[in-house]
């Protein structure tokens, strides 16, 4: 499986983004799918996930009420909204696949089997 993400780009506090991550490679229905973040000098962290189901969907607390991730089956493509932007939302942000990972592991990246590049989200103040 194959994963590209993109939609990053500059804007200022406040405003919006949407990020897509799209697979190939793979039968997307079948996998949990994650976006995870890294900032300077930061660790890697999860921002929200998919089960395998689709049938659940995981937010990290810091990012609760603004933002939103969906899936499009038919697409191979999942989505990021990102609504009322802070600076520190400033990162790299990366899509990520599996197709058996457990719930308890779903917020960690090295247990996806499949990790895509970033695309760099700045916020501005």
């Known amino acids: 499986v194959q994963l590209q993400a993109s939609g990053g780009g500059m804007v200022q506090a406040g405003g919006s983004l949407r990020l897509s991550c799209a697979a190939s490679?793979?039968?997307?229905?079948?996998?949990?799918m994650a976006w995870f973040r890294q900032a300077p000098g930061k660790e890697r962290e999860f921002v929200a996930g998919?089960?395998?189901?689709?049938?659940?969907?995981y937010y990290a607390d810091s990012v609760k009420g603004r933002f939103t991730i969906s899936r499009d089956n038919a697409r191979n493509t999942v989505y990021l909204q990102m609504d009322s932007l802070k600076p520190e939302d400033t990162a790299v942000y990366y899509c990520?696949?599996?197709?058996?990972?457990?719930?308890?592991?779903?917020?960690?990246?090295?247990?996806?089997?499949?990790r895509g590049q970033g695309t760099q989200v700045t916020v501005s103040s």
């Open positions: 990520a696949a599996d197709q058996g990972i457990i719930l308890s592991s779903i917020g960690i990246w090295d247990q996806y089997d499949y």
């Open positions: 490679g793979g039968t997307f229905r079948n996998y949990a």
């Open positions: 998919f089960s395998r189901s689709g049938g659940r969907t």
